[in-house]
């Protein structure tokens, strides 16, 4: 499962990189669960001719992840924002002053990450 979600995530973010062809065939496998098997048949290749063009896809995406690192700052600007939420809903019920200087610091990281 784990790694069907960073497939999902290299696509959303490097998926527009490929050619027609890959998109459909990793779309099928990636979001829409189909099986090799399944995919074959409609393409019209081989069981083997899927698995390996899924496998490329997949290392060309990560090669476009390594140089760019998008996902990566995606999540620790994810990470961050989740922060800042619990830290105002602490400041609602404390206001201790300090929260928000800890929102500014987390605000200010994301948007020099950006």
Do not use: P, W
């Amino acid at each position: 499962m784990e790694q069907k979600v960073e497939q999902a995530y290299l696509y959303d973010f490097y998926g527009e990189l490929l050619n027609s062809r890959q998109q459909k065939i990793y779309k099928d496998f990636v979001f829409h669960d189909l099986s090799l098997s399944e995919i074959a048949e409609d393409e019209g290749i081989s069981r083997q001719g899927v698995h390996d063009l899924i496998r490329r896809c997949t290392k060309t995406l990560e090669g476009y992840e390594a140089k760019l690192h998008l996902i990566e700052k995606f999540r620790g600007a994810k990470k961050s924002v989740a922060k800042i939420h619990t830290l105002a809903g602490e400041f609602h019920s404390t206001h201790d002053e300090q929260l928000l200087d800890q929102i500014e610091q987390l605000s200010n990281k994301i948007l020099e990450d950006l």
